[in-house]
RNA sequence: GGCGCCGUACCCAAGCGGCUAAGGGAGUGGAUUGCAAAUCCAUCAUUCAGCGGUUCGAGUCCGCUCGGCGCCUCCA
């Protein structure tokens, strides 16, 4: 199976061809773990976990390397953006090490709720906080750098190539818009490798370098990590679209400034989710977190359903009316997929008839074309609805796109009904409702169910008698 | 000011110039039911913001207009 991706870098869908026979390198730009992570935030996560998944569904050995970014970066107290959480943690006497461990522990565990692989590679940003300063180091030997005030910053005007992903050359930057210019650039998009001089009190992490007590740049980490793990040259780098003008605008330009060589192949970025009135953000509103969900009776996995029915390259406008399609949706075809478990077991997708054989290219096809998950789902769909398919083919369908779709498809139990014993008080209310209804008393037998079911119990009538479910 | 994205049914959302515009949710009709719920079946855009152009052919390409969003601070 040929995978295209559409490569940030050139913005053309192109045909995945690996570096090297059968692997694939893949570095993805993973959380800050200084507040917990709304639900926006866990899109990209999603999309990368469907990026690895296809590449190891089309046969390729993924070496997937995620960071953290555990380096304190923590703002004065008079920053009003801080969350109150973190203040709260402050305040409660956490150290900044105390609240990356817990951030961190909060991250996976959503992540594991999305049923998210973990990366093979999770690094800690302030486990590798000598390869920076190496690779500052090299920088400053090769002469792309310079200090000033006190930091050390990367000089742009050295690397020709600067921002050529972004399309920086062709716009007329503000700079200064939106926050303060710092004096001590030679050129505006200069960006700082290491901090001795902080414009924040109170720096909380703090390391030995060549250029004194400090702490590495924000850019840094990924390049310096990445390169560890999958070399100076690797094939995908992923994150979120804002990233590209300036995070990995400046990985490119120190990577590769650093290593002398290219970097990276190709460039994947999802689009944000948006809720009705703009961006997900602290000081819109609007910061949900999968937990919100959770509290609010939603399956973490309702959500995931919600994201693979939008691409990752388009906005997707998040709304509570989506979520409850997305978990009916998701409710039914689990439900779908377990009867069939129920009655057949799965065809092996080697011993696929014609017709099972054509939903299965299809299916390959979308996921294929730069990870068209929306037109997966509808593949999904439609092989449950098509007849020219045994059941059997059915189920080995489902499992087989689920390798990719990831909605624990193969873990779909029917519901038992009647399964959990009933306390003899609810068994009595039973029988007198079904005395009842043998006497066409409709008025008791109805107000029976509404009470069973104020107290969790659901009543479902079959031909075969009462059924029971425990809401 | 500059750069970029988008506008498809009631909602969300696919659609790489060419068979009858995916899929889900909601709705509607029917089966079933004492009635509900659940389930099953069926149905649901002659039309893709508007206008103009290119083409044998456009939702898909080009231009303009209107509307929405993102970025140029950290941000997924």
């Known amino acids: 199976m040929k995978v295209k991706l559409f490569n940030s870098d050139g913005r053309e869908l192109q045909e995945f061809e690996p570096i090297e026979n059968g692997k694939a390198g893949l570095y993805c730009c993973g959380p800050t773990v200084y507040n917990y992570a709304h639900i926006g935030n866990m899109r990209p996560y999603t999309f990368e976990d469907v990026l690895r998944r296809t590449l190891e569904y089309a046969g390729y050995k993924v070496t997937h390397v995620m960071n953290v970014t555990d380096v304190g970066h923590l703002t004065d107290d008079g920053d009003e953006g801080e969350d109150k ?9 956490m150290t900044v090490w105390e609240i990356a461990e817990f951030f961190t522990k909060a991250f996976f565990r959503d992540t594991e709720r999305l049923n998210i692989h973990v990366p093979h590679q999770v690094c800690l940003a302030t486990k590798h906080i000598q390869e920076m300063i190496d690779m500052v180091k090299t920088l400053e030997e090769k002469g792309y750098t310079y200090t000033s005030g006190g930091n050390v910053y990367f000089d742009t005007s050295k690397f020709p190539e600067y921002g050529k992903m972004a399309g920086l050359d062709k716009q007329e930057l503000q700079h200064g818009a939106r926050t303060d210019v710092d004096e001590n650039k030679k050129n505006a998009q200069d960006f700082v490798l290491w901090f001795t001089n902080s414009k924040f009190e109170n720096q909380a992490m703090t390391w030995e370098s060549p250029w004194g007590v400090g702490y590495p740049g924000w850019h840094l980490e990924c390049s310096a990590m990445s390169s560890k793990y999958l070399g100076p040259h690797f094939d995908i780098h992923c994150g979120g679209i804002d990233h590209v003008p300036v995070h990995h605008t400046n990985e490119i330009a120190q990577s590769e400034a650093a290593n002398g060589c290219k970097w990276v192949n190709y460039w994947l970025h999802n689009e944000f989710i948006i809720m009705k009135n703009g961006k997900m953000s602290k ?15 939603y399956d973490a996995m309702d959500y995931r359903y919600f994201l693979l029915a939008g691409h990752y390259r388009s906005q997707l406008i998040f709304t509570w009316e989506s979520l409850d399609a997305a978990r009916t949706a998701r409710e039914g075809l689990l439900k779908k997929t377990a009867q069939l478990k129920a009655k057949c077991s799965p065809v092996d997708p080697e011993d696929f008839t014609d017709a099972a054989v054509r939903v299965r290219q299809d299916f390959q096809d979308h996921i294929s074309q730069d990870l068209n998950t929306p037109r997966c789902l509808a ?3 439609s092989a449950l609805k098509n007849n020219e398919l045994t059941d059997g083919e059915k189920l080995g369908l489902l499992l087989d796109m689920d390798r990719i779709m990831g909605l624990k ?4 139990e029917l519901e038992e009904e009647n399964a959990e014993p009933l306390d003899s008080e609810i068994e009595q209310l039973i029988l007198k409702r079904q005395e009842a209804r043998k006497n066409r008393d409709f008025a008791l037998s109805d107000k029976i169910r509404d ?7 659901q009543i479902i ?5 009462p059924k029971w479910k425990k809401s």
Do not use: C, N, Y
């Open 283 to 297: 000081s819109k509103g609007g910061f949900l977190t999968l937990q919100d969900l959770v509290d609010k009776g």
């Open 85 to 93: 959480m973190i203040k709260s943690a402050r305040e409660q006497g």
């Open 409 to 412: 498809l193969a873990d779909a």
């Open 461 to 465: 009538d079959s031909p075969d008698g």
């Open 379 to 381: 593949d999904i769909w």
């Open 451 to 457: 009470d069973l079911l104020a107290r969790g119990i």
